[in-house]
């Protein structure tokens, strides 16, 4: 039996969490489909974009989807990690976090880089599985804080249909045990080589001193067999997990704490890191999955990150890399060079370019309306054409985001249903870029002073 652990992903879909996918038939993009509304030609270049990535033929390339703002090119990233599934890795950042005051830039793009690259590792470990009858956690006092209570081992017993078992563990499990918030009645496994701790469900058959009417946790029948037993897990974890466990080796305070510092990666454990990864595979025992780099709004990126972007590119481990931009032609961030959307010329060169385009009205409609559905804003006729008026005039983004606001304003006046009055209030409460550039123009003197 084979299990997937999920793997760890970073969302960024709020406003775009309507989207499903490419709403693709037969690589024909379908009028509205999947909560993505026209835009066709983009979706289907975009759909073959990821059958190239699923193919491994993308390797080494980028994409570059470029138009105005509010033409979906977020929303169509977004469709395309949602193409790819669960497994591919899709790493979605904006090109203004690459400037972190703790970490060089082309730190904080490699580390993007490497957690857009999978790792599928299949191993067979030893664990123990069961279900928890009896825990008994010791503590003891702190070696140097003698008001604190660490513990120091544990005693738990666990069951299955045919098994039953006590364990005496050391504190590394115990402390597993309570970060887990493992209790009776739960299902765990123990890995034998480890100690670590996975906590499956709760067991249907648990002794309930209370039921909840929600759960957080899963309910899972009381496993079979031995509780010693073997079993194959198959981990997509990415290459930058991997670097961050090599990196702090050997490091039982950070095991205890948990805290991820960010921190730079020496070059020395990422090459070990790829070593370790090519063995593996040669062992047939890993499989490297290419996901995918989503930068937007790349033109904030300058020279060197682009240079580093392009080399890295080319590197025998290297994601797909898509792109994003709403500018034209502007300079090079550090440089005197203009170039089309900012990207030098040597990196534009190697890009397939996607375009997108401004939506009609009677798209802006089908946009809002599955927006609206998606928020739960209930909008009347009037309502709906202010907004798809103000879509098409101002920004579709800026339409969209006042939705919830026109709500609130409702709400506020004991309506659920959203009127023409609630949007003309909200946009006068938000107003959009536009507004808010002219009016900073306007009052710079008095603002800066
Ligand atoms: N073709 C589309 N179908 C459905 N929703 C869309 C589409 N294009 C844009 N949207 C939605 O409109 C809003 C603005 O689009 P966004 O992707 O942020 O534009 P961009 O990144 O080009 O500035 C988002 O909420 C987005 O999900
Ligand atoms: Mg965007």
């Not at 030609?41 to 974009?49: K, N």
Request: aromatic share 4%; proline share 4%.
């Amino acid at each position: 039996m084979s299990r997937v652990v999920e793997l760890r992903r970073f969302e960024r879909v709020g406003a775009h969490s309507h989207i499903k996918g490419l709403g693709l038939k037969d690589g024909k993009a379908l009028p509205v489909a999947a909560g993505m509304v026209g835009q066709t030609e983009a979706r289907e270049a975009a759909g073959v974009i990821v059958n190239m990535v699923r193919e491994g033929k993308m390797a080494g390339r980028a994409v570059l989807l470029a138009g105005p703002p509010g033409t979906g090119k977020t929303a169509l990233a977004s469709a395309i990690a949602k193409e790819l599934g669960e497994d591919v890795p899709f790493m979605m950042i904006t090109a203004s976090e690459v400037y972190s005051a703790e970490m060089k830039k082309t730190e904080v793009l490699m580390q993007a880089m490497r957690k857009a690259i999978g790792v599928r590792i299949r191993e067979v470990r030893k664990i123990y599985e069961g279900m928890v009858t009896d825990l008994e956690i010791k503590t003891g006092r702190h070696p140097y804080n003698p008001y604190q209570q660490v513990p120091m081992g544990a005693r738990i017993k666990l069951k299955t249909r045919s098994d039953e078992r006590s364990f005496n563990v050391d504190e590394t499990v115990a402390t597993e045990l309570i970060v887990r918030g493992v209790s009776r009645g739960d299902v765990i496994w123990i890995d034998a080589e480890t100690g670590r701790v996975t906590k499956v469900g709760r067991c249907t058959e648990a002794p309930e001193e209370v039921r909840y009417d929600i759960e957080s946790v899963p309910r899972v029948p009381l496993p079979g067999g031995p509780i010693a037993k073997e079993r194959e897990f198959v981990h997509t974890v990415t290459l930058h997990d991997l670097d961050e466990m090599h990196a702090r080796r050997g490091s039982v305070f950070t095991l205890l704490f948990g805290g991820r510092e960010e921190r730079e990666i020496p070059p020395e454990v990422r090459q070990s890191v790829d070593e370790m990864v090519k063995r593996w595979v040669d062992e047939g025992r890993a499989e490297v999955i290419p996901g995918v780099l989503f930068i937007d709004e790349v033109s904030a990126l300058d020279i060197e990150a682009f240079s580093f972007l392009g080399r890295a590119m080319e590197g025998e481990l290297a994601p797909v890399i898509i792109l994003a931009t709403n500018r034209g032609v502007t300079k090079v961030r550090g440089t005197d060079i203009v170039a089309p959307h900012g990207i030098p010329l040597d990196l534009l060169d190697r890009l397939l370019i996607i375009t997108t385009r401004e939506y009609t009205a009677d798209e802006v409609r089908e946009i809002l309306k599955i927006r609206a559905a998606e928020e739960k804003v209930d909008l009347d006729e009037e309502a709906l054409s202010k907004l798809i008026k103000v879509g098409v005039e101002n920004s579709l983004r800026y339409a969209v985001q006042l939705l919830s606001p026109s709500l609130e304003i409702a709400k506020r006046k004991g309506r659920t249903k959203v009127t023409g009055e609630d949007v003309e209030q909200a946009k006068r409460l938000f107003v959009d870029v536009k507004q808010s550039m002219e009016y900073l123009k306007k009052y710079e003197e008095r603002l800066l002073k």
